[in-house]
């Protein structure tokens, strides 16, 4: 431990662009994805934040893909969860509320790793991503893990929340015990880690205070430990020149930037800009950033296209590997482009028009069963940021993100215009079609238990 904190040491091959390509090619190829609840893409070394909270990610993306600008389609784990593996928006998806279940006749990229052959894990420590909830469809395990003896002493200091037993050092050692097992199979592991969610740390990575943003960052230490202790097993098991390791997160929290404080009652960027990160079986070097805005729901189209996988049916999200080789490209041959300050007009950051919306929504009701849907949609386009609450649309507030990234200066009275055409664009958004698979998600009972446990993580469900 210590203030210096260790990070993961790895002898992959070098890789290039031709790797790149090649890489669809593979049949030997194992996805690690991990998803780290709560974790916002500004709190990490590698998108620019100047605590050291996080070494072993930044190394993932130093040898790897940065995603620079990634969007979350919810700032609650359900509703981002269900768009994040079906690869739609909630509006389509919808996932919403509370009781939802993503349906049966979703084709879920577990179901689609399984077919192709490989051996399907999940394990995951938060009650909204349950298989009551329709989140376990094509994994052959889906799990919570055991708590061991390795949690003593971590501190838990997210306010007004009961203990989630055990931590993310459980969720590892069940992720070591899988590779142990299933080291000579190609194979698909997910984990869902969540002490950044419950602000749980040791005293090693007790560094930056203890407000309560202090200590969310000491939980980003924490976990990024843990990370690098998984990066490390799959060195020693000769596993790491020959896995996809994809990083990711559900939602981000807020510390009072509009005051609000945790998540799931806003869409605002704290809660849902995340990290995106790919690290191959192989280092790029220098790492590669996809400068372009992209989505969760991007995710698995361009995992399964740089695999070579057929993805799932119509999704929302596309594939991101054209922006990816122009980026590699662009960092083997830099200056191809210009220099970096002219990049400060540059379309991907300005007002690109081609470049197609993306969105975030939370039906800011979703856990009074007894209150009417009140959707809240987030519309990212060029460099403006529309925030459209449906049931008050005259409250509407509209952010330039090239001037503005924290989204402190509304500009609704100063631009109408825009208001208006991104408020159309909102309002066709939350008319989309359903999914292939029905008009509305599916809906369950639920019980005491589940609705303690979901209390206890500090929801607010009636």
């Known amino acids: 431990g210590g203030r210096g904190q260790w990070v993961a040491s790895s002898v992959r091959p070098n890789g290039n662009l031709d790797d790149v390509l090649a890489f669809a090619q593979r049949d030997d190829v194992n996805v690690l994805f991990i998803l780290v609840d709560t974790l916002r893409a500004d709190h990490l070394s590698a998108y620019g934040y100047d605590r050291d ?30 768009s994040l593996w079906t ?73 007004n929340i009961a203990a989630l037993l055990g931590t993310d050092a459980d969720l590892v050692v069940s992720a070591r015990s899988f590779l142990r097992s299933f080291a000579d199979e190609r194979w698909f592991l997910y984990l869902h880690m969540m002490d950044v969610h419950q602000y749980v740390y040791t005293p090693d990575e007790a560094l930056f205070g203890n407000s309560y943003l202090d200590n969310y960052d000491n939980s980003i230490r924490w976990v990024d430990r843990l990370i690098g202790e998984l990066v490390q097993d799959l060195e020693s098991r000769g596993l790491r020149s020959n896995t996809l390791i994809v990083l990711a997160a559900d939602h981000g929290e807020a510390f009072n930037e509009h005051g609000n404080e945790g998540h799931a009652r806003d869409v605002y960027g704290e809660v849902t800009e995340t990290p995106f990160i790919l690290s191959f079986p192989f280092e790029l070097d220098p790492g590669v950033v996809v400068e372009s805005r992209t989505a969760n729901v991007d995710l698995w189209p361009t995992v399964f296209d740089l695999l070579g996988m057929s993805s799932q049916p119509d999704p929302d999200g596309r594939s991101r590997v054209p922006e990816l080789i122009a980026a590699v490209n662009e960092s083997i041959e830099p200056g191809l482009k210009g220099s970096e300050d002219d990049h400060a007009g540059d ?18 009701t979703w856990g009074r069963d007894r209150e009417d849907p009140a959707p809240l ?83 607010g469900v009636e």
């Open 87 to 159: 690869g739609l928006y909630p509006a389509r998806s919808r996932v919403l509320r509370a009781p939802h279940v993503i349906s049966e006749g979703a084709e879920m990229p577990a179901e689609i790793f399984r077919e192709a052959g490989f051996r399907t894990a999940g394990i995951w420590r938060n009650g909204w991503i349950g298989p009551d909830f329709g989140f376990g469809q094509g994994f052959q395990t889906y799990t919570q893990p055991k708590p061991t003896a390795r949690n003593r002493g971590a501190s838990r200091e997210r306010p």
């Open 377 to 459: 949609v987030a519309v990212n386009h060029g460099r403006y940021r529309l925030f459209y609450p449906s049931l008050q649309p005259e409250r509407a507030e509209l952010y330039d993100k090239l001037a503005d990234p924290t989204e402190q200066h509304n500009l609704r009275s100063a631009f109408p215009e825009v208001v208006e055409n991104l408020s159309a664009i909102a309002e066709e958004h939350l008319a989309s079609p359903p999914a292939p698979w029905g008009d509305d998600a599916p809906a369950i009972e639920m019980n005491d238990m589940q609705l303690d446990q979901l209390r206890a993580l500090g929801y």
């Open 53 to 82: 909270t996080s070494p072993n990610m930044a190394a993932l993306a130093d040898s790897g893909v940065r995603f620079a600008r990634n969007v979350s389609q919810s700032s609650w784990t359900k509703c981002s969860m269900a």
């Open 347 to 364: 379309s991907q950051l300005g007002d690109d028009e081609d470049e197609s919306a993306i969105f975030a929504l939370l039906d800011q």
